[in-house]
């Protein structure tokens, strides 16, 4: 079992950069790649970039975030950042992190493990 920890959500005004972290703890070694997800209201839980646990730590982002977001991990500290450049109040969800034991995916559906959000919301 793993256990995720996000935090670092809040309010920020747009053009502003965030920094969220996850927390992971438990059988770590056991997943594969941790992900971050959105969700806004009404709307369904999109990808927004992953990196892998092995040494290569790869990152994956989705095109949301593409060119203006860098995701890394701390594996010493079993943590997970994603840090969010210039952002638009089109980027206002709750963000989840997320553990895989599958090969990388950007399907919510793949991964087992889900903290409890964090909420962002970017102000006009």
């Known amino acids: 079992q793993v256990h995720l920890v996000e935090s670092g959500g809040g309010l920020v005004q747009a053009g502003e950069s965030l920094t969220l972290s996850c927390a992971a703890s438990?059988?770590?070694?056991?997943?594969?790649?941790m992900g971050w997800f959105r969700q806004a209201p009404g709307k369904e839980r999109m990808f927004v970039a992953g990196?892998?646990?092995?040494?290569?730590?790869?990152?994956y982002y989705g095109t949301s975030v593409q060119g203006r977001s860098t995701i890394s991990r701390d594996k010493p500290k079993n943590t997970v950042y994603l840090q969010v450049n210039s952002l638009t109040p089109e980027d206002t969800a709750v963000y989840f992190c997320a553990g895989t034991t599958s090969p990388f995916s950007v399907v919510p559906t793949r991964y087992s493990y889900w903290g409890q959000g964090t909420q962002v919301t970017v102000s006009s």
């Open positions: 990196i892998t646990w092995s040494a290569d730590a790869a990152p």
């Open positions: 438990g059988r770590t070694d056991s997943m594969s790649a």
